[in-house]
């Protein structure tokens, strides 16, 4: 609670004058008690403690400058709390780390209760996979990190539950001697290409895309073209995407 200083400092002056009164009533005898000698007595109990008053008031102005601060102090911060807290416009179900959560835009943005909105993954490929066909999909099946459990190992497919920019990327390893070429698909359109391989040594080749998303979109890596008896090598074959927001 703030104390008006004012006050307090008027009271403080109050105290000094009638203790002085007291004292002073109780050492003099030759007072007659008449208005004119009790208001010169006052008049010389301010010259006698003039000093201290003015410290007082200096000390009572340097407090309520402070008090102001601290005033525009708070209203700033409350202004900030009622900015942070906007009003629900969506809700849809999400997971996270294997907990359900729920997902809310609040003010244009989302926020996931259990995660704090994050969506990503990030798997490799545990098996060789030998001369694929053309538009097969790849099923990295060795999951690392599957914050919302939205990539399936068995299918390779991911599978948008929150609208959002994403960033994708994947990696495939050939042997020498062959190369393939990789695609990024997106609900059955092509929205990224990769080559890896056409050398005489083992060879990696990647790729990124940062895309838009909105929820039962599908997103998943494909073969689009090989040379015969081509092999996709694993451990060095992977596949993440996370949420930009």
Known sequence: MFVNMTWLSILT??????GALVVKGSSSDADDGTPETEMTEIKLLLQKYGTQIESLQRENVRLEKKLTTLERQCKLHDQGSDT????????????????PGKTIRK????HDSSTDSIIAFHAILAHTISDPALEHI??????LTNIGAHFSPQTG??????IGAYHFSWMIKVPGGYYIVTELVRNGAVIGTAMSGDDSYWTTGAASVITMLNPGDEVWVRVSEHNGGADIAPTFSMFNGFLLH
């Open 13 to 18: 002056i109050c105290i000094l004058i009638s």
């Open 84 to 99: 942070n807290s906007g009003s629900v416009e969506g809700l849809d179900e999400s997971g996270g780390l294997g907990m």
């Open 107 to 110: 003010s244009g943005r989302y």
């Open 138 to 143: 790849i099923p990295f099946d060795k999951i």
């Open 157 to 162: 497919v991911f599978t948008c539950d929150v």
